[in-house]
C-alpha cells in the first residue's frame, strides 16, 4: 500500500500536479504557483513558495492576512485582476521579496511599507496620480521602476525621494507636464517618459544622471532638444514632438551618443550633425526636410530620412559615408538621383526609394546591395546598365511602376536574386514576357507577378498563372522553331546575317 502511495505521488508530480495546491492554481514546482480567475489570494499556498503569479482575477483588496505564510516568496505578480487598494504594511514582512508587479490593476496610490529587499517594482497601467516622498523610502537596493499609463502629473525630488540606487525608470503614458532637478539617482542608466505633456525640461534636471546611457523623451510637446544633457549617453529619443530645429552644438560633448531618433517632428533642415563623431543610427523620417543634410557622421551606419520633401539625391550628399549599411529614402519627392551617388558606400546593402518620382532605376548603385525597392515611382523600363553590377541583390521591388517588358539580359546578372516583386506595372503579354519569368523561376527566383495590361485578348490575367496563355505562347515555339529550321535550310549561306526577333532571343536563352 505504501509503494502504490508513493507511486501515486511520484506520478502526479511528473504531470505537475501536485496534492497541495489550491482551487484555480497551478503549482508547476514547491517553488512556482499559478493561479488564474480567483477571488482572493488562495491560501494553502506552500510556505516553500518563491515566485507567485495571479493573473484575470477579481481581488479587490490585498491584506497582511494573505501572505503570513510566504516566508520565502522573492517574485510576486498579480496581472489585471481588479486590484484597487493595498492595506498598509501588506509586504513589509516579505523579506525575501526581490520583484512586485501588480500590472494593469486600479491602484490609486503606490502601496505603503515595501520591503527593504526589493530590487523590481512595476506598477503599470493603474491609477496613480501622485508620487509621495515616502514611498520609496528604505529601498536601497531597488534597481527597477516602472510607472507606465498611470495618471502622474509631475515630477520633482522636493515631492520624492528616488532610491540612489535606481537603475532604470520609466513614466511613459502619464499626464506630467512639468518635472524639475536635479534628481539624485547616480547610477541610473535608462529612463523613459514618453508620451506625456512635457514642454521643458530644465537644464538642473539632468546634473546627477552622469550614468545616464538610454534617454527617450518621444511624444511630448518639446520645441528643443534639452540641453545639458549628460556625457554617458548612448541613445536619444526625441520623435514626435515640436522640434523645428536641432542646435548640434549644443550636443557636441555627447562623445558616445550612437543613436538619435528625430521622427515625426517640424524640422525643415538639418546643420552640424557631423559634430556627433560617433553616431551610426539617425532617424528623421516623418518631417519637412527638403533637401539631404549637408554633412553627416562618417560613423554613420543607418540614415533614415523617409517621409519628407527630398527632391534630389547628388554624389556629394554621400560621399564620406563609408560604413552606411541602411538608407531610407521612401515617400519623398525624388526626381533627381545622380549616377554613382552612392557609389563611395561599400557597405550598403539596404536601399529604400519607394513612392518617389523617379523614371528609371539610378544608375551606378553599389554592388553590395542586398535589397532594393522601387515600388510606385514611374520606371518605364529595366536596362541591363542598371542592374549589372548588383551581385549580391536577393531582394528587388518593381511594384507600381510603368513597366511593360522584361529584359532578360537585365536580370541574368543577378545570380543571388530570390525575390522579384513586379505586381501593379502595365504588362504586354508576349510570350517572351513568359519565357522570363520561366528562366528566372529556373533559377530560383521567387516572381511575384500581375496582371495584363495588352493585349486586349489577354488583359486582366495573371501571366503568372493563366493556362491560356501558357498554351498560346507553347504553339508560338513550335511556329518558331519550325521557321528557324526552314530559315536555315533555304538559305544556309545568310544565317550569319539573319535577324532574330526578340522573341527568339529569349527562348535561346540557357539556363545557368
Given at each position: 500500500?505504501?509503494?502504490?502511495?508513493?507511486?501515486?505521488?511520484?506520478?502526479?508530480?511528473?504531470?505537475?500536479?501536485?496534492?497541495?495546491?489550491?482551487?484555480?492554481?497551478?503549482?508547476?514546482?514547491?517553488?512556482?504557483?499559478?493561479?488564474?480567475?480567483?477571488?482572493?489570494?488562495?491560501?494553502?499556498?506552500?510556505?516553500?513558495?518563491?515566485?507567485?503569479?495571479?493573473?484575470?482575477?477579481?481581488?479587490?483588496?490585498?491584506?497582511l492576512s494573505n501572505f503570513t505564510q510566504m516566508l520565502a516568496l522573492e517574485d510576486f505578480i498579480l496581472l489585471a485582476s481588479g486590484t484597487e487598494s493595498?492595506?498598509?504594511?501588506?509586504?513589509?514582512?516579505?523579506?525575501?521579496?526581490?520583484?512586485?508587479?501588480?500590472?494593469?490593476?486600479?491602484?490609486?496610490?503606490?502601496?505603503?511599507?515595501?520591503?527593504?529587499?526589493?530590487?523590481?517594482?512595476?506598477?503599470?497601467?493603474?491609477?496613480?496620480?501622485?508620487?509621495?516622498?515616502?514611498?520609496?523610502?528604505?529601498?536601497?537596493?531597488?534597481?527597477?521602476?516602472?510607472?507606465?499609463?498611470?495618471?502622474?502629473?509631475?515630477?520633482?525630488?522636493?515631492?520624492?525621494?528616488?532610491?540612489?540606487?535606481?537603475q532604470s525608470l520609466m513614466l511613459d503614458g502619464n499626464n506630467i507636464e512639468s518635472v524639475a532637478g536635479p534628481l539624485a539617482l547616480p547610477q541610473l542608466?535608462?529612463?523613459?517618459?514618453?508620451?506625456?505633456?512635457?514642454?521643458?525640461?530644465?537644464?538642473?534636471?539632468?546634473?546627477?544622471?552622469?550614468?545616464?546611457?538610454?534617454?527617450?523623451?518621444?511624444?511630448?510637446?518639446?520645441?528643443?532638444?534639452?540641453?545639458?544633457?549628460?556625457?554617458?549617453?548612448?541613445?536619444?529619443?526625441?520623435?514626435?514632438?515640436?522640434?523645428?530645429?536641432?542646435?548640434?552644438?549644443?550636443?557636441?560633448?555627447?562623445?558616445?551618443?550612437?543613436?538619435?531618433?528625430?521622427?515625426?517632428?517640424?524640422?525643415?533642415?538639418?546643420?552640424?550633425?557631423?559634430?556627433?563623431?560617433?553616431?551610426?543610427?539617425?532617424?528623421?523620417?516623418?518631417?519637412?526636410?527638403?533637401?539631404?543634410?549637408?554633412?553627416?557622421?562618417?560613423?554613420?551606419?543607418?540614415?533614415?530620412?523617409?517621409?519628407?520633401?527630398?527632391?534630389?539625391?547628388?554624389?556629394?550628399?554621400?560621399?564620406?559615408?563609408?560604413?552606411?549599411?541602411?538608407?531610407?529614402?521612401?515617400?519623398?519627392?525624388?526626381?533627381?538621383?545622380?549616377?554613382?551617388?552612392?557609389?563611395?558606400?561599400?557597405?550598403?546593402?539596404?536601399?529604400?526609394?519607394?513612392?518617389?518620382?523617379?523614371?528609371?532605376?539610378?544608375?551606378?548603385?553599389?554592388?553590395?546591395?542586398?535589397?532594393?525597392?522601387?515600388?510606385?515611382?514611374?520606371?518605364?523600363?529595366?536596362?541591363?546598365?542598371?542592374?549589372?553590377?548588383?551581385?549580391?541583390?536577393?531582394?528587388?521591388?518593381?511594384?507600381?511602376?510603368?513597366?511593360?517588358?522584361?529584359?532578360?539580359?537585365?536580370?541574368?546578372?543577378?545570380?543571388?536574386?530570390?525575390?522579384?516583386?513586379?505586381?501593379?506595372?502595365?504588362?504586354?503579354?508576349?510570350?517572351?514576357?513568359?519565357?522570363?519569368?520561366?528562366?528566372?523561376?529556373?533559377?530560383?527566383?521567387?516572381?511575384?507577378?500581375?496582371?495584363?495590361?495588352?493585349?486586349?485578348?489577354?488583359?486582366?490575367?495573371?501571366?503568372?498563372?493563366?493556362?491560356?496563355?501558357?498554351?498560346?505562347?507553347?504553339?508560338?515555339?513550335?511556329?518558331?522553331?519550325?521557321?528557324?529550321?526552314?530559315?536555315?535550310?533555304?538559305?544556309?549561306?545568310?544565317?550569319?546575317?539573319?535577324?532574330?526577333?526578340?522573341?527568339?532571343?529569349?527562348?535561346?536563352?540557357?539556363?545557368?
Amino acid at each position: 500500500m505504501h509503494l502504490l502511495y508513493a507511486f501515486l505521488v511520484l506520478l502526479s508530480l511528473s504531470d505537475g500536479f501536485y496534492p497541495d495546491c489550491p482551487g484555480r492554481c497551478s503549482c508547476d514546482s514547491v517553488q512556482l504557483v499559478q493561479c488564474y480567475r480567483v477571488t482572493e489570494v488562495p491560501s494553502g499556498i506552500p510556505s516553500t513558495t518563491k515566485k507567485l503569479y495571479i493573473s484575470h482575477s477579481k481581488i479587490q483588496h490585498l491584506q497582511l492576512s494573505n501572505f503570513t505564510q510566504m516566508l520565502a516568496l522573492e517574485d510576486f505578480i498579480l496581472l489585471a485582476s481588479g486590484t484597487e487598494s493595498v492595506e498598509n504594511d501588506t509586504f513589509k514582512t516579505l523579506s525575501t521579496l526581490k520583484t512586485l508587479e501588480l500590472w494593469k490593476n486600479k491602484l490609486r496610490r503606490v502601496p505603503s511599507a515595501l520591503p527593504t529587499s526589493l530590487e523590481v517594482l512595476k506598477l503599470n497601467d493603474n491609477s496613480i496620480y501622485v508620487l509621495h516622498g515616502s514611498d520609496f523610502e528604505g529601498l536601497k537596493k531597488l534597481k527597477t521602476l516602472e510607472l507606465k499609463n498611470n495618471l502622474i502629473s509631475s515630477l520633482s525630488p522636493s515631492m520624492l525621494s528616488f532610491p540612489a540606487s535606481l537603475q532604470s525608470l520609466m513614466l511613459d503614458g502619464n499626464n506630467i507636464e512639468s518635472v524639475a532637478g536635479p534628481l539624485a539617482l547616480p547610477q541610473l542608466k535608462f529612463m523613459s517618459m514618453e508620451n506625456n505633456k512635457l514642454h521643458l525640461i530644465p537644464a538642473s534636471f539632468f546634473t546627477f544622471l552622469q550614468s545616464l546611457q538610454f534617454l527617450s523623451f518621444s511624444g511630448n510637446f518639446l520645441t528643443r532638444i534639452p540641453i545639458n544633457l549628460p556625457k554617458s549617453l548612448l541613445s536619444l529619443k526625441m520623435e514626435r514632438n515640436q522640434l523645428k530645429v536641432v542646435r548640434f552644438r549644443d550636443m557636441k560633448h555627447l562623445e558616445n551618443l550612437s543613436h538619435l531618433y528625430l521622427s515625426e517632428n517640424s524640422l525643415t533642415s538639418i546643420e552640424g550633425a557631423q559634430l556627433l563623431a560617433n553616431l551610426t543610427t539617425l532617424e528623421l523620417s516623418q518631417n519637412q526636410l527638403q533637401m539631404l543634410p549637408l554633412r553627416l557622421p562618417v560613423r554613420l551606419q543607418k540614415l533614415d530620412i523617409s517621409n519628407n520633401l527630398i527632391q534630389r539625391v547628388t554624389v556629394q550628399d554621400f560621399q564620406d559615408l563609408r560604413d552606411l549599411k541602411h538608407l531610407f529614402l521612401d515617400n519623398n519627392i525624388v526626381s533627381l538621383f545622380e549616377a554613382g551617388a552612392l557609389q563611395k558606400c561599400s557597405q550598403l546593402s539596404n536601399l529604400a526609394l519607394e513612392q518617389n518620382l523617379l523614371l528609371s532605376i539610378p544608375l551606378r548603385l553599389p554592388g553590395t546591395l542586398a535589397r532594393l525597392d522601387l515600388k510606385g515611382n514611374a520606371i518605364q523600363d529595366i536596362a541591363e546598365r542598371e542592374l549589372k553590377d548588383l551581385k549580391q541583390l536577393q531582394v528587388l521591388n518593381l511594384r507600381n511602376n510603368k513597366i511593360s517588358a522584361l529584359d532578360l539580359k537585365a536580370l541574368e546578372g543577378l545570380p543571388r536574386l530570390r525575390l522579384l516583386y513586379l505586381d501593379g506595372n502595365p504588362w504586354n503579354c508576349t510570350c517572351s514576357l513568359l519565357r522570363a519569368r520561366e528562366v528566372l523561376k529556373a533559377k530560383g527566383t521567387d516572381v511575384r507577378g500581375g496582371q495584363c495590361a495588352a493585349p486586349a485578348e489577354r488583359q486582366g490575367e495573371s501571366w503568372m498563372s493563366s493556362k491560356k496563355i501558357m498554351r498560346q505562347c507553347e504553339h508560338h515555339l513550335r511556329l518558331t522553331e519550325k521557321s528557324k529550321e526552314t530559315k536555315k535550310k533555304t538559305k544556309p549561306e545568310e544565317h550569319s546575317s539573319i535577324r532574330i526577333n526578340i522573341d527568339d532571343d529569349y527562348y535561346d536563352y540557357e539556363i545557368d
